[in-house]
């Protein structure tokens, strides 16, 4: 099982920027689908965005389509979420997982699969 860790979060004000980072220990990256998913008491997990391993295609929860960008440099074993124009809507527990990704209708879907990290939390506040 991969092992993986998170790190960047922190808190910033309304239209503030993060850049989050995942790695893995003993294990190469570049050949996982990775995604991060956030995870907030008030709502229910969800999805934010996800990269594949084979072609670098992406998936982006339609909130934050144009304010997130993923991305990933197998030279440093990493994948990064970096998040602009924060929102108070966006304040969660961010975590990066494997996960399987499949294009149904044009239309690219991801889901976690078997490893994830514990989180980094992300906070949003004036």
């Known amino acids: 099982q991969v092992q993986l860790v998170e790190s960047g979060g922190g808190l910033v004000q309304p239209g503030g920027s993060l850049t989050l980072s995942c790695t893995a220990s003993?294990?190469?990256?570049?050949?996982?689908?990775i995604g991060w998913f956030r995870q907030d008491p008030r709502q229910e997990r969800e999805g934010v965005s996800c990269i594949s391993s084979s072609d670098g295609s992406t998936y982006y929860k339609d909130s934050v389509k144009g304010r997130f960008t993923i991305s990933r440099d197998n030279a440093k074993n990493t994948v990064y979420l970096q998040m602009n124009a924060l929102q108070p809507e966006d304040p969660a527990l961010y975590y990066c997982?494997?996960?399987?990704?499949?294009?149904?209708?044009?239309?690219?879907?991801?889901?976690?699969?078997?490893?994830r990290g514990p989180g980094t939390q992300v906070t949003v506040s004036s």
């Open positions: 997982a494997t996960v399987g990704m499949e294009v149904i209708r044009g239309t690219s879907m991801c889901w976690e699969k078997d490893s």
């Open positions: 003993r294990f190469t990256l570049d050949t996982y689908n």
